[in-house]
DNA sequence: TTGAAAGCGCTAACAC
DNA sequence: GTGTTAGCGCTTTCAA
């Protein structure tokens, strides 16, 4: 039987295909009776369009797809809401593709890189090769990267040397010398530079301020708040223990917190704890925090991706988004005498 | 310029376009020699071929399409990672949609009706009503249900009831007669009837063993760990407080050991506390839980749909997966003298 | 205001 | 082993 199609309803309506076409297209040359005869047929039959069909003719899919690593982190969840917040007042629809390694990732930009199945890409957080972006612009789709860098691509992003920066000088002028570093992994395949650059940003506010980088007070591991807790843990009990962390994402920072209650150190007081990123959690537990627009970097993505796909023109763009640091109680003054 | 077609290889390689569609499908009866002809050309040209167009001809996707409430939460995450395996191995690519209210959800169920988007349709952890099963019956879209129920679809569940009970009687068994029950709201429009499932199995064996059911034991409330947090940190600290708590998911079940540590309350000497799922953190907690195969929901789930698909015959099955309670650190016998 | 018909890019008979 | 061609369901000129 297959499914019903454009020429049932005609039929059933006793119309043409072109006068069904354009009821259901909303073009307005359709007398009222005909369009309503039409729609009572739709109705009837149960009709939906065939979306491969119409595409085929129109030459666009009408769609985008992002691609972004662990769809679990929830900054990532943050930054699509963003997406979706701005595919929701355009006729776009959105496809997520959460990929976990780098191979999964090749492959699906390798696939992706095809007209016929998204109008334009979105990146998020992950890194992309010259020639990846070279596939795309061969076929001249729009790629944008939000969080992300790659010559010759627009991107959406913020500067995490100055965040890194801002945390660690924000334990500075507390008094803080001995500043701990917390992060996942500096150097993994799937590696977001960001956390590199935080480091980085870590490293340059301490040089300028005459402190000697300890290795000691740096730790690096898996993502997640049950290892981060585990880091800390260690990082808080060796002698000359750390008298404030930086953790380089507020899940990590929430599980320096675990780490503190279990070893019955008081925050602020005892140890001074700065995460980054201001998601919801870290508001609930009143972390103070480096604060990037998460959601924002989302919007604007995919802001600049549908101009792009509608003015047919690939120019790069680039937005830097600005930071702060949002100061609530897990910062205090330095007790050291 | 539009993109490259299969017209373009064929001029270019100087074979017809059935040929070139012969080595792109695969099909043996080609020679060597124009076969290598056609892949040059395509190479050169960077061809890939329409997907719009393929479908259109052949009639079905290759592609079927998950909906499930926030993609944020472990347990989905585990099964939609099992549905995944299953599709690793097929041909069919993965569309998953993450609705957060039920407006979403509708809107979506309403639009994946509809043969030329996906050749079947994955509804996880999700109410869905007979209206929207018979509107996917109705173009013969194979449906299945994981965790969740509506009569006429396949499905693939556990037993929740028996879940609750099995929780509620471990703690019975080691003598706790004061036993808190936590979960998430229990009666919102998104409901997995789960909860309320493992509530009821809660219930049945407390009346079992003779014991009322008493309201301030029990606490409902948003779903995450630091809402689970306030919740047990309220239980805990009225008179005549628990001695044990079972949660309604491992997520929760560490709130309520945050709340313990607050509290400085030995786990499991002077609370006992049990959580449900398995999730990957519960192990890193040494934390007393149901364990429900995740992972294998996904995977049978995906494996039915993609039978039924194959088949054409949308007959009923049901997959019942067993339960299991994983006993690990966080409970211990009562102490009550 | 409506209908006839071309054609989007592809696959699969069917011919040779 | 290879080419010709009909047609998947739709939109959109062009004519009426």
Redesign the pocket.
């Known amino acids: 039987m297959?499914?019903t199609?454009?020429?049932d309803v005609a039929q059933k309506a006793?119309?043409?295909?072109?006068?069904?076409?354009?009821v259901?297209?909303e073009l307005?040359?359709?007398?009222p009776?005909?369009?309503q005869k039409v729609l009572d047929a739709c109705d009837e039959l149960g009709?939906s369009?065939?979306m491969?069909?119409?595409r085929?003719?129109?030459?666009f899919t009408n769609s985008i797809a992002a691609v972004m690593p662990f769809l679990t982190l929830p900054s990532i969840v943050e930054r699509l809401r963003g997406v979706q917040a701005t595919l929701a007042e355009s006729e776009y629809d959105l496809f997520p593709f959460s990929v976990e390694n780098p191979e999964e990732r090749d492959q699906y930009l390798e696939r992706l890189a095809n007209r016929s199945l998204a109008d334009g890409v979105l990146i998020i957080s992950m890194p992309i090769s010259s020639e990846q972006v070279a596939r795309f612009r061969r076929i001249d789709m729009p790629v944008v990267l939000i969080d992300s860098f790659q010559p010759g691509c627009s991107r959406v992003f913020t500067d995490d040397v100055l965040g890194g920066k801002m945390a660690t000088e924000h334990l500075l002028d507390l008094g803080h010398r001995r500043i701990g570093f917390l992060s996942d992994h500096l150097d993994l395949p799937m590696q977001f530079s960001s956390t590199r650059d935080r480091f980085q940003g870590y490293r340059l506010a301490l040089e300028e301020n005459g402190i000697p980088f300890d290795p000691a007070y740096q730790k690096q591991g898996p993502h997640g708040r049950e290892a981060a807790r585990a880091m800390a843990l260690e990082l808080l009990t060796t002698n000359g223990r750390p008298t404030a962390i930086f953790a380089a994402s507020d899940t990590q920072a929430i599980g320096v917190l675990d780490a503190a209650r279990e070893l019955d150190l008081s925050v602020p007081d005892e140890l001074s704890v700065v995460g980054y990123d201001d998601i919801r959690d870290a508001e609930y537990v009143h972390l103070t925090t480096i604060r990037q627009p998460l959601f924002d970097t989302g919007k604007i993505g995919g802001k600049i991706l549908i101009e792009q796909i509608a003015q047919g023109c690939l120019d790069e763009q680039e937005a830097l988004l600005p930071l702060s640091i949002i100061t609530r109680s897990t910062t205090a003054p330095s007790l050291r005498s």
């Open positions: 297959g499914h199609t454009i020429k006793e119309v043409s295909i072109a006068t069904v076409s354009r259901l297209n307005d040359n359709v007398s009776a005909t369009r009709y369009p065939n491969q069909a119409k085929l003719k129109l030459g």
